[in-house]
């Protein structure tokens, strides 16, 4: 069940994780590693294919009024985003570092979405809500899977490299 068909949850963005196939761990492993961040994350929905390959897991971290849906996609989609990622985040002034890490990018035919969402909680006021989701989580998680995989967690929104 995504975190979309709860509605003790609100999405409020979606970030990628960039890397190549080849990379992609076996599902157990991923969740070792994300079981392993931290004791407040509860991991649900792990699922793979008829061969075992990883699908898509959700992280609860009530602690910090987060969840975050990872899902594997890999292919022609892909593929077709990464040029495009590459060249938006070129035209922005960066680093040496930075523009080797974008040409990374071109190579990469997987990726991870990673949906983060909010938990709701019960507030009167809208401004107290925004104040109780730690992005910690997220953070914590997008630099993990980056890890596990040589890849390269992106922002598309903001056209940043994390």
């Not at 079981?35 to 929905?45: A, E, F, G, W």
């Not at 960066?94 to 040409?103: K, L």
Request: net charge negative; with cysteine; hydrophobic share 40%.
């Amino acid at each position: 069940m995504s975190m979309f068909e709860n509605n003790q949850y609100r999405w409020r963005e979606t970030y990628f994780v960039l890397f190549q196939s080849s990379k992609l761990p076996p599902g157990k492993k991923l969740q070792e590693a994300i079981l392993s961040l931290s004791s407040r994350y509860t991991l649900t929905n792990l699922r793979a294919d008829d061969q075992g390959k990883f699908e898509s897991l959700t992280v609860l971290s009530p602690d910090d009024f987060a969840a975050l849906d990872v899902c594997y996609v890999e292919g022609d989609e892909v593929r077709e985003q990464v040029d495009a990622i590459a060249d938006e985040l070129k035209t922005l002034d960066m680093r040496a570092d930075d523009r080797a890490r974008i040409e990374r990018i071109r190579k990469c035919d997987a990726r991870f979405d990673v949906l983060h969402f909010e938990q709701i909680a019960d507030a009167d006021d809208a401004d107290e809500l925004d104040e109780m989701l730690d992005p910690s989580a997220l953070l914590v998680v997008l630099e993990a899977l980056a890890g596990l995989t040589d890849g390269i967690a992106v922002d598309p929104q903001s056209g940043a490299l994390l």
